[in-house]
Structure formats: structure tokens, C-alpha cells
């Protein structure tokens, strides 16, 4: 039995029953967290487009593209869905794996819409849909830990172990058995990829591997069930994905240690809408803003602490607002530290142009520098200190980023806070419609058909 065989024939024995009662509790708020994400990206910038792209090539009604009122063809309503839930990077993070370490991921914003959609055309239950999803969660944060996987690397992983986590999402709720199911990745396989350039660049294409990964998913399983053939071992074979994705810091043998037993998926439910590599800098403005009132305006000068390595990063480069602002905005330490500084808070509503061009946070920026003066050894830390006009300064470090579910966990309040303050933000759901949606998915597993649930997502504009 080959590695791929060995996840197959688990996968397709899973049932509701192997699943313990903290595994469903972690994967209902991911779920809740999914819904509210959506919602406030489903107008995001060039998420229309991409609806309007799909719509006109036509296809079946099968599944909900959320809050627009209209079914499409199931991969083509993940993929909707995927790319809206990734607009300003809010999703579920991190890959779990022993000992509560985690890796850079983004599984939920790929296995959650592929589930809606996979599960919406079946009429699954919600425990069928619970399953299929605990199971695909676990696949996808296994190959994150296993692959080794550095975000200043090459390749994208919200596409790769996204890609192969969906297809187990979607051949689970599509009934496919061990075969099928080992075909159907074997299709994925040749489907992966994505660039980090994508956010090296700024561009919104950085939305694309996720919500690419969601559509191919349900197609693998499609084409499989009808007999369609692959390699016969896509993730461990001689060019499986070991060998085509992953360096030499790839640990294989985490794959299938304790597969069954033990279930892993995102660790990290977002407390801001940016990138986790601004949220430690985010977090020490927080403590500083929080502890001290103090005049915006009189603010002298900011400096953030940093590694090396992630002044250099990505997030670490000076602020532009560039040709795509919300991307600009989401992957800057010092766009995200200005805001926090000034607004509280890092929200999608301050991720666009008008919000850049806001005089405030302009002045603040401008006080902005990163200094890249912590040890290199060191893992989303930050220092921030802030000197005053009148001499007065502050200081505050974060060690742990808030929203890691066993070293800095959101409380319930906080997750329901950022779910209804999504919804109020994309102005979808009336709260009393969304409180249903909180009640309906803290009991999933009550649900004959997942439709019950996705019929809130049908278009309800607030007035």
C-alpha cells in the first residue's frame, strides 16, 4: 500500500462517528468564520468579474455562488465562493500539526466553499458534510506540515495542499471509493501550482491559486467517479508531490502518522484582515493604543521591530498604494501598523483607496519605519515603540499574534464579533438572519441537508 493508498482507503471508511467532540467544535467556527469572510468579500474587487467570467460560459444549476442569488455548476460556485473568502486575507490559517505546531496555510478558504458546493448539489447532511470536510482539512494540514513549505519560497500552497485537501472534501461528499478517490488526486496532481510572485507583485491574482483549487477539486472527483484514470500514487509516487512541490525540508512520514486518530486544520482564526505576517506588529500597536489615549496626530515617530527576514519580506517593503490597493494594504507592516494606530483596528473596510487617501493615516505612515533589530531566530514577533511630540514614548512586544487557538485564542465573543461584523460590513444578512445562521451551524450536525444552512446565503441586501 503506497502513501496515497493509505490516505484513500482511510478517507473513504471515515464516518461522523470517528470524529471527536473538539475536533467538530473547531471545525464549526471555521465554518462560521468561512461564512462571515465571504460575505464581506463578495463585492471585492474583481470578484463580480469573476461571476459575471463563469456565468457566461454557462452551466448547470447545481450549487450557490453565496449572497448573489444564483446557482451555478459546483466548481464553478467554489471557486466563487474561494475567491471572495480570500479578498482580504481574513480566512482560517496555519497548518496544525503534533505538538501543536503549525506551518504557513491557508486550508479553509479552499476545503469550505468546495464543501458548500460539493455537499449543496447531494443534499448531504451535515454530518456527511462535517466529515467530508474534518477529513480534507486533515489531508491539507498533513502535506502542509510534511512539505516543508517557506512563503519566500516558489510555489503557493493555498493551490497545493489546498488542491489535493479539496479533492478529499469533494470525493468524500461525492461517494467516491478507494480507487476513485486515489485517481481523483492523481487528476489534482496535475492541476497544481501558483506563484508567490502573485504577492510579491501586489496583484490580485494571489486570490486565484485558492479558488483555482476549489473548482479542480470538484472536477478530479467528477471525472474520477465517471473512470477516469491517474497515477496511482499522486502524493508519495517518483513525480508525485513530494517530489514536484516540496525541498529538502520535506517530512513525508507526518502524512499518515496517527491518520485516523488524530484530526489537524487551521489554527488560526484571523483577528485583522491582513496578512499573518503583519499581525504581530499589528498586535503590539493594539497594546500600545489600548493602554495609552493619545492624540494621533502628536505621534513623532514609529518604529517597528522586525527579523531580518521579514523586513526583507514582502510585508516588510515600503508602503505604495500601487495599482491594487487592498492587496497593497493587506501585505504592508506598515500600511496595517498605521491603521491600527489610528483607526483600532484592521478591518476590510480599510483596505481600499479611499481609505488610504484618509489624511490620518497618510501623516501616520510617513511616521513609519521598520527596523529589522530582532534575532533572526525568532518567529511572528514584534516591538513597536512610539515617541510623542512632547517627548513621551511607548513600547509594547508581541510574542504570539492573537488568534492561535492554543497560545492566543480569540474568546467565542470574538469570533461571533468578527462574524457579524463581516456581515454588517457586506450588508448580506439582516442580524436577525445571521443569528439563525449562528444557531444553525452550532448545530450542523442536526441538519438533514446542508441546504437547510446555505439557503441564508441566497442574496438578502439590508436595506
Known sequence: MNMTDEVCAHVAAADYA????????????????AVGVIAAGVHAPRCDDLFNLLKSYGTAPQSTAFFRGELMGAPQAAMVNSFAMR??????????????????????????PTAFAAAERVHA?????????????????????????????????????????????????GGLNEQELNNALGLSLNMLGGSMDNINYKTL?????????????????????RGMTATHDAIGGKKGYFFLFCGEKQQPELLCKDLGRVFYGDVVIKPWSACRATHPSIDACMKIVEAHEFDPTQVESVTIHTTPRTAQGFVGQPFEVGEEPQVSGAFSIIYTAAVALVEKAVRPEH??????EDPALKSMIAKIAIDPSLPPDEYQTAEVDVVMRD???????CDVPKGDIYRSP????????????????????????????V??????????DIGELVAFMEERRMK
Open 391 to 397: 517627548g513621551t514614548s511607548y513600547h509594547a512586544r
Open 18 to 33: 470517528i470524529l471527536d467532540d473538539f475536533t467538530v467544535g473547531r471545525v464549526k467556527t471555521r465554518v462560521l468564520d
Open 125 to 173: 447532511s451535515g454530518r456527511e458534510f462535517l466529515t467530508a470536510l474534518v477529513v480534507g482539512d486533515d489531508v491539507a494540514a498533513r502535506l502542509g506540515a510534511a512539505s516543508g513549505f517557506d512563503v519566500y519560497g516558489g510555489w503557493d500552497n493555498t493551490n497545493t495542499i489546498n488542491g489535493l485537501g479539496a479533492t478529499v472534501v469533494a470525493g468524500k461528499l
Open 87 to 112: 479578498s482580504y486575507d481574513f480566512e482560517a490559517i496555519e497548518a496544525e500539526n503534533e505538538n501543536r505546531k503549525s506551518s504557513a496555510a491557508h486550508i479553509s478558504g479552499t476545503t469550505v
Open 410 to 437: 480569540l474568546t467565542e465573543g470574538e469570533v461571533l464579533d468578527k462574524f457579524y461584523r463581516n456581515i454588517e460590513f457586506s450588508r448580506t444578512l439582516p442580524h436577525e438572519a445571521a443569528a439563525q445562521v
Open 351 to 356: 483596505m481600499n483607496r479611499e481609505a488610504m
Open 439 to 448: 444557531e444553525m451551524v452550532t448545530h450542523l450536525e442536526e441538519l438533514d
Open 205 to 225: 491574482a494571489f486570490k486565484l491559486p485558492m479558488a483555482l483549487a476549489a473548482r479542480n477539486a470538484i472536477f478530479s472527483a467528477d471525472f474520477a467517479a
